[in-house]
């Protein structure tokens, strides 16, 4: 894989300026816009070649809708939400929207670009304390095969 090409997109300017400063310094990337809206990120990402977005959750006209009109895009770029807020609904709301990775500002620190690089690979990542909750709604309650009971299930 050559180098991953990156929108970020944040309407908190320094937030903004941080991740493009961090991904720039890392060879692995080329940062080919950033954006302080949804349409904007939109836009951008149906001009530039774009492997990867970095989608700030709750910018103006982020979020599902964001995720969901650059999920739709052909080729579409992967999209990696990331946000303050971890809660297992927005965590949701973003996975159903499209998005493969979900990452917690102020957690992921210097993990950022290899996280970047797996999602972009094809993992799924979610970089939150609300992981499981939101893959437990997102996934619907689970079944047993009307074979097998749980108990045949789980040897002991």
Known sequence: MGRIRVLIADDH?????????????????????TAATGPEAYRAATEEAVDL?????HMPGGGPTAASAMTALRPSPVVVAISAESGSGVVEQMLRAGAVGFLTKGRVGDMLPDLLVRCAEGEVILATPAAAGALRAALGPTTVPSDESPASVVHT
Not at 16 to 32: C, G, H, I, K, Y
């Open 53 to 57: 977005v970095l989608l700030d959750v």
């Open 13 to 33: 300017r320094e937030v903004l300026s941080a991740l493009v400063s961090v991904l720039e310094d890392d060879p692995r990337f080329t940062v080919v816009g």
